[in-house]
């Protein structure tokens, strides 16, 4: 059948690693036209919304990890129907679910920097849901790791608020609250308090053997520790794979990993990237990588 459609040019197959179809957008409009009973059209789009609501559960849980690529790429296939589905979810009557979406897809969106719109959206099922919903936590947490990506002045303060409402929930919720937290601390520059809450979050991924989450608060750890000048430390705390190959006992013996200055912005000296406390245009170094968040 899809054969003979594309054949008459009704359908469009996209080849690629697999093989893709999609109606022509005046075949699709009349399509819509034809389609018949408002019931009819509404259960088409619940199942369409469910359907991705599956895709955006699946994407949030391979956000961290080695096939993050794989499905970065997926997810940028699936971008049309995973804002379609949700927008039409806003409209529907059913702010539970719409929240599930919407917090699902932010650690999609944090990936892709889809923050314009991605954050709105966000704020509109968190405010539909409302306290009451199942999936208010989620969705704290997931505005929290958005504001960190946008830099918002409100970053530590939606942190906040995500933790104290995870406390007592899902440890692994606490979790992810607290390295948002931690996050958003770094990028108001306190240091200490993000270390601190780094580490209670590393704790609590250690406890539940979650070695995705644990990297990610080492790491976080790694950056509060060199902004606070304590580099053996911070360079024992990075993850081994983004470690300066420069020699550590260097840094044992107090000298510190200098950098120069290009454009007004400080380098390393080996690896020609910014400096962790060259300021917000800085990017990573090789000698203590930052995560995305700061």
């Not at 034809?34 to 259960?43: P, S, V």
């Not at 919407?102 to 892709?112: D, F």
């Not at 200490?192 to 979650?210: C, Q, S, T």
């Amino acid at each position: 059948m899809l054969t003979r459609l594309v054949d008459k040019s009704l359908v469009v197959a996209e080849i690629g690693d697999a093989t893709r179809y999609r109606l022509l957008e005046t075949v699709r409009a009349f399509a819509l036209e034809r389609a018949g009973e408002e019931a009819q059209l509404e259960a088409a789009a619940r199942r369409h919304r469910d359907h991705y609501l599956s895709l955006a559960e699946e994407l949030a849980a391979h956000m961290l990890g080695p096939d993050l690529g794989d499905w970065l790429r997926r997810g940028a296939l699936e971008d049309g129907n995973l804002l379609a589905a949700l927008r039409w979810s806003l409209e529907a009557d059913d702010p539970d679910t719409t929240l599930e979406l919407a917090s699902a897809l932010a650690y999609y969106w944090y990936r892709t920097s889809y923050l314009i719109d991605g954050r709105p959206l966000l704020a509109r099922a968190l405010d539909a849901a409302g306290p009451d919903s199942r999936w208010w936590p989620r969705g704290l947490i997931a505005r929290a790791w958005l504001d960190v990506a946008a830099r918002a002045s409100d970053a530590v303060e939606h942190a906040r608020e995500a933790v104290d409402a995870t406390e007592a929930d899902e440890a692994e919720l606490n979790g992810l609250a607290l390295a948002a937290l931690a996050s958003a601390q770094l990028l108001t520059g306190s240091s200490n308090k993000a270390a601190e809450a780094a580490e209670r979050a590393m704790r609590i991924f250690a406890d539940l053997g979650h070695a995705e989450g644990a990297a990610t608060a080492e790491q976080l750890i790694g950056v509060a520790l060199y902004r606070r000048g304590e580099l053996d430390r911070a360079f024992t705390r990075a993850p081994r794979k983004s470690r300066c190959r420069v020699d550590a006992r260097s840094a044992r013996r107090g000298r510190p990993h200098e950098g120069r200055r290009r454009g007004g912005k400080e380098l390393c000296d080996r690896c020609s990237d910014g400096l962790p406390n060259a300021g917000r245009s800085a990017g990573t170094c090789c000698r203590v990588r930052l995560p995305r968040t700061v």
